[in-house]
């Protein structure tokens, strides 16, 4: 049993190794300051491996405003987002029907384990358990930041979230959703993303945490104006 464990850290630890490896150039932290950014707005071509891929989404298409989320797992920022404020913009916006919710992985290069944070939670994707596995990724990331082998961190994670491991193992070996991982970071670069969290909210991208209530505030900006009785 042991052995068998040793193999699976192992396993896993090489799994992190080549995803890190295929990083490449996309980090790009831009030295501009905080506050919103006017982008164009332009659709992002994928590569053919992503092809119809708009993201993890919450919230129906008809929403009227639609938020995008660029964010990095193992950045502190992105869970302080997660944890404190995402609960009330799921509840108050998307869970009402006026915000659609789109996460988009925009991994950095100088943390060691968002790269195989992000692939362990598109494997999760495919048995519907995307957004557990997201939300213990995040809660638990003070805990395998610092750890030697967060693989074996996010299979019990994943585990506990109700996902199959054969399938999930299966999945994570392939690294079926490298190639997926990196358009996301790509296209946020090429929309003018250089920091996490980043939201793109209507054309313009807003830096750093936002509270709920400056989410809210956006949100009202943008909305239809309610009928006059």
Known sequence: MAGSRESLNRFYVLIGAVLVVGVGALVWMSSRPEGPTSVPVATAIQPADTAGFAGYALGPESAPVTIVEFADYQCPACQSFEMVEFPYVRERLVQSGRVRFVYKDFPLNQHQW????????????DQGKFWEL??????TQPEWSVARNAGARFRELAQQAGVDLAAYDACMSSLRYAGRISAMAAEGIRLGVGSTPTFLIGNRLYTGVQSYDRLR???DSLSPAAPTP
């Open 114 to 125: 968002s790269r195989l944070a992000s692939h362990a939670a598109a494997c999760a994707n």
């Open 134 to 139: 997201h939300e213990a990724i995040y809660r």
């Open 217 to 219: 505030a956006l949100v």
